[in-house]
């Protein structure tokens, strides 16, 4: 069955409208000031908290 009427683009934009992706919420490492996402490990240094530190292995590359 097809529509009825065409739907107009105000009605089809605001059915869209939360469907924008959203900027995430970087925080600052407390130990190597990077950005990193909150309640997770740093990517540079593993500091999680003051009771966690997690070893990241660091690749070489040769030149």
């Not at 919420?25 to 407390?30: A, E, Q, R």
Request: with cysteine; hydrophobic share 30%.
């Amino acid at each position: 069955m097809l529509p009825a009427k065409k739907t107009s683009k105000t009605r089809t934009k605001s059915r869209r409208s939360h469907q924008a992706l959203k900027a995430l919420n970087l925080s600052v490492c407390k130990k190597c000031a990077s950005p990193k996402l909150s309640h997770a490990a740093c990517a540079t240094c593993g500091y999680v908290n003051s009771k966690i530190t997690l070893k990241i292995a660091k690749s070489e590359e040769n030149a």
